[in-house]
């Protein structure tokens, strides 16, 4: 373990960890114990999730790289094992969204989304694995959604997140007598500006789509970011190790 983890705990690497459910997922991993190596596309965007681990006597550093560039990719691991110690445990949360019908849709915008969803997951993955290996012990929760199961207006995302569900349980498959779990987590709808932004793009208020949205969902609300964080701090925790492969739809409700 790295002289700069002081305090001897497990590391953990969140992608996507500056906003949203990135960030409530760094926190509550934090929370129970594990340094965290917050990653981002930027490295200044992840301070502020930084602060908020350290104000609360945790241990954290922002990372800044792109998910789906290897280079970057490894660079940022490595960085990670200097500056916390190997990680064995990794939230595959980064994410983008381009929406629009598949007749307006360009190959950029399926390019972007599957790249940073899909690729980013397998390089993240790759990069940590043997840390993981070598400790005997690992967690690989990935985000997927369930538009996995279609939704208008996200050819892409949709397939991007049903092609993390494969991947979870070949993963689960593959590395399992390692002692490493693999599991993905489906929010349905989250309030995170991602959603926020589509609310804008189907041009009503945040707050109506919100209220609507409720209205749809068993439980009567919306999910928060932290509704999330608890799942993949069971997912990650040492009780868990016998859940492998799974696909938890946090939805409110049920789904497939």
Known sequence: MSESNSTGARVAIVTGAARGIGAATALRLARDGFAVGVLDLEESAGKDTVQAIEAAGGQAIAVGADVSDA??????????VAELGPPTVLVNNAGVTRDNMLFKMTEADWDTVVDVHLRGAFLMARAVQKHMIEAGWGRIVSLSSTSALGNRGQANYATAKAGLQGFTKTLAIELGKFGITANAVAPGFIQTEMTKATAERIGIS????IAAASKEIPVQRVGQPEDIAHLVSFF????????????????????A
């Open 71 to 80: 280079e970057q990719v490894e660079a940022a691991v490595a960085r990670v």
């Open 206 to 209: 945040f707050e109506d789509f």
């Open 236 to 255: 990650v925790s040492e009780g868990a190790g016998f859940v492998n492969g799974q696909v938890v739809y946090a939805a409110g409700g049920p789904k």
